[in-house]
C-alpha cells in the first residue's frame, strides 16, 4: 500500500482591490460640510442669537450647538465611509447618505432654527 503525502498549501490572505486613483475629489467632497462650517463661522458669530436674543436651549446647550454636534457626527460617518470604500459605488452611496443630508442641514439647520424661535 503506498501512501502519497500531500504538502500543505500556504494560507493566502483576500486580496483587497488596490485603491483607486480618483478618491481625492471623493474625499474632498466628504469634507464639504467642514468647509461649510469654517465658512459660516468666519462669517457669522458665535451663535445664532445675535439680535434675534438668546437662541433656543435643548437639554441645556444651545440649539446651535447639537446642530454642529448632529452635522458634525454626520460629517465623520460619512467621512469614513467614503475613505474606506474601495468602489465608486459605496463612496455614493456614502455621499448620498451622509455628506449632503448633513451639508443640507448644515445650511438650512440655523434658518429653522430661527423660524421655529421667531414663531413660538
Not at 490572505?13 to 485603491?19: H, I, L, S
Request: charged share 10%; glycine share 8%; net charge positive.
Amino acid at each position: 500500500m503506498t501512501s502519497s503525502v500531500v504538502s500543505p498549501q500556504p494560507a493566502t490572505a483576500p486580496v483587497r482591490d488596490a485603491p483607486s486613483r480618483w478618491q481625492g475629489p471623493w474625499r474632498l467632497f466628504a469634507l464639504l460640510p467642514l468647509w461649510i462650517y469654517l465658512i459660516f463661522s468666519a462669517t457669522q458669530g458665535p451663535s445664532l442669537g445675535g439680535p434675534f436674543g438668546e437662541p433656543p436651549k435643548a437639554l441645556g446647550l444651545p440649539l446651535d450647538v447639537w446642530l454642529t454636534i448632529l452635522v458634525g457626527s454626520w460629517t465623520i460617518a460619512g467621512l469614513a465611509l467614503i475613505w474606506d470604500a474601495r468602489s465608486w459605488p459605496r463612496r455614493a452611496l456614502a455621499l448620498f447618505l451622509f455628506t449632503i443630508p448633513a451639508t443640507f442641514v448644515m445650511i438650512l439647520g440655523p434658518a429653522v432654527i430661527l423660524i421655529v424661535q421667531n414663531l413660538g
